[in-house]
Nanobody
Framework: QVQLQESGPGLVKPSQTLSLTCTVS??????????WTWIRQPPGKGLEWIGY???????YYSPSLKSRISISRDTSKNQFTLQMSSVTPEDTAVYYC????????????WGQGTQVTASS
């Protein structure tokens, strides 16, 4: 069973950079046709797609966040990361790492989510 676990600071000060890591177990992030994705949910709002890094290393970002985010991976650790610069209180959300299966055309596995609050 594939499991995803987010880790990172729960509190970030405005203007600083948020960094989150997703550790994947039970499967490899280089497995064909999986897209390793970051999604967030601000309080009282719906899910917002942030971006992904694919099994082959291709990366795609949300156009609205593209200027502030970077997604990378460490295949030796089976991890992928999200960095978001110039954080504001509007970036306060629960952040999820998720795997998208191109075969199933569905999100196959979800992390439990981690609360990130941007506040001074």
């Amino acid at each position: 069973q594939v499991q995803l676990q987010e880790s990172g600071p729960g509190l970030v000060k405005p203007s600083q950079t948020l960094s989150l890591t997703c550790t994947v177990s039970g499967g490899s992030i280089t497995t064909n046709n999986y897209y390793w994705t970051w999604i967030r949910q601000p309080p009282g709002k719906g899910l917002e797609w942030i971006g992904y890094i694919s099994y082959s290393g291709n990366i795609y970002y949300s156009p609205s966040l593209k200027s502030r985010i970077s997604i990378s991976r460490d295949t030796s650790k089976n991890q992928f990361t999200l960095q978001m610069s110039s954080v504001t209180p509007e970036d306060t959300a629960v952040y999820y790492c998720v795997s998208w299966s191109a075969v199933l055309q569905a999100y196959a596995y979800w992390g439990q989510g981690t609360q990130v609050t941007a506040s001074s």
